[in-house]
């Protein structure tokens, strides 16, 4: 009995002590716990000092990144290879690239007016209506004869890599008082929209865009698909008829005319410049207000010098009218990568952007294009 007595005592006093134990380790947690609580509150209640938006908060590692390159020592601008891209490069901060975005647009002819897709993939893929379904009219009672059904064409856009490489000495990287994110944004747009444009245009398709006028032409009314309806001048290299621009005017369907807009080189719209209808009128028509383009018989005029240029005794597709958002279909992949580069061209610093854009025609009913080439 006094044996039993004294192993329950025991078996107490080890209970005991590491209740204690479990006591003191619990109350130093809590300890630690409180600690931290106290030094969050006195965050907290700090005076915030932080005047700059989370968007330009967000581009300083990477315009840190720009100016100085990749600094072990500098923790933000090493943060910047959680972004990293498969080609070497650094993601572009969002609202970076929503600048180069919207600079794009400001210089490129065709993203104002043809339709813009963002895609995630490396593709655009789309189920086209070659035709119209047919319909009819019947009585309550009669037969409901089989109507042709419309024929469907699947297209595929692909994107292909477009590249700008503007360059800065490192003195001017240096220099905290140039405004270097609106700098380097310009100079990537700028480069950028010169090819884009170009391939929308005339691109081969082969790692570019396709461009509208690599495709053949027909005369009016011989329209079928993946070929545009034309109209043609009967001078090659001149236009001196306004009946050839009516023409083509009345060639497009009532369905595309809201939207549609006009697309000419400079040396071209100075020619049309001077056409008169029959009551002596100018065709064209400035625009009133500032920035407002000129219209030509009530549709906006655009500009471009990626289009073939008037050439004495040179045919060219010279002049497409048409409505362009439904016509060309322009595809861009989200994401603009950026590889500083300061050993290749030496003493200067090359910045290596690149995104991906695809564009193809989508309807050819859409646009139609006046050939200044003789007549058939």
């Given amino acids: 009995m006094e044996h039993q007595d004294q192993s329950i005592h025991q078996a107490l006093d080890t209970l005991g002590e590491a209740f204690n134990e479990f006591k003191h380790t619990n109350d130093e947690r809590l300890q630690q716990f409180q600690n931290r609580v106290n030094k969050v509150e006195v965050v907290?209640?700090?005076?915030?000092?932080?005047?700059k938006s989370d968007e330009h908060h967000d581009t300083i590692p990477f315009m840190d990144y720009v100016r100085k390159g990749q600094d072990e020592s500098n923790l933000q601008v090493k943060?910047?290879?959680?972004?990293q891209d498969g080609s070497g490069g650094f993601l572009i901060p969002k609202p970076v690239i929503d600048k180069i975005h919207s600079t794009l647009q400001s210089?490129?002819?065709?993203?104002n007016i043809a339709r813009v897709t963002e895609v995630s993939t490396d593709a655009l893929e789309l189920l086209l209506d070659k035709g119209n379904a047919d319909v009819g009219w019947v009585a309550e009672t009669d037969d409901r004869p089989e109507t042709n059904t419309p024929e469907f064409a699947k297209?595929?856009?692909?994107?292909?890599?477009?590249?700008a490489k503007p360059r800065a000495s490192q003195k001017l990287l240096d220099d905290a008082c140039i405004d270097l994110e609106s700098w380097l944004i310009s100079k990537i747009a700028d480069r950028m929209a010169e090819a884009e444009n170009q391939s929308f245009i005339k691109g081969d398709g082969n790692n570019k865009p396709k461009g509208f006028l690599t495709y053949p032409t027909v005369p009016l009314g011989q329209a079928r698909w993946g070929s545009f309806e034309e109209v043609r001048s009967g001078k090659n290299g001149i236009i001196d008829d306004p009946d050839v621009l009516l023409t083509l005017f009345h060639a497009l369907?009532?369905?595309?005319?809201?939207?549609?807009?006009?697309?000419?080189?400079?040396?071209?719209c100075a020619a049309v410049r001077q056409l008169k209808d029959a009551n002596k009128q100018y065709l064209w028509q400035?625009?009133?207000?500032?920035?407002?383009?000129?219209?030509?018989?009530?549709?906006?005029?655009?500009?471009?010098?990626?289009?073939p240029a008037l050439t004495r005794d040179e045919a060219s597709k010279?002049?497409?009218?048409?409505?362009?958002?439904?016509?060309?279909?322009?595809v861009d992949r989200a994401g603009v990568s950026l590889l500083r580069d300061p050993y290749s061209a030496k003493p200067y610093v090359e910045f290596y952007a690149t995104k991906r854009v695809g564009g193809d025609v989508i309807n050819f009913d859409a646009i139609k294009i006046i050939n200044c080439a003789e007549a058939d």
Avoid: C
Avoid at 44 to 51: A, C, I, K, Y
Avoid at 318 to 330: H, L, P, R, T
């Fill in 155 to 163: 297209l595929r856009i692909p994107v292909h890599q477009v590249y």
């Fill in 44 to 51: 907290l209640r700090r005076p915030s000092l932080e005047t």
């Fill in 253 to 268: 369907k009532p369905q595309y005319l809201k939207g549609a807009a006009w697309l000419m080189s400079r040396s071209t």
């Fill in 318 to 330: 010279a002049i497409a009218f048409g409505n362009w958002y439904e016509g060309y279909q322009i």
């Fill in 107 to 111: 210089y490129s002819s065709l993203r």
């Fill in 286 to 307: 400035p625009g009133l207000l500032a920035g407002a383009p000129s219209s030509l018989l009530g549709h906006p005029v655009i500009i471009s010098d990626d289009m």
């Fill in 79 to 83: 943060s910047l290879t959680s972004a």
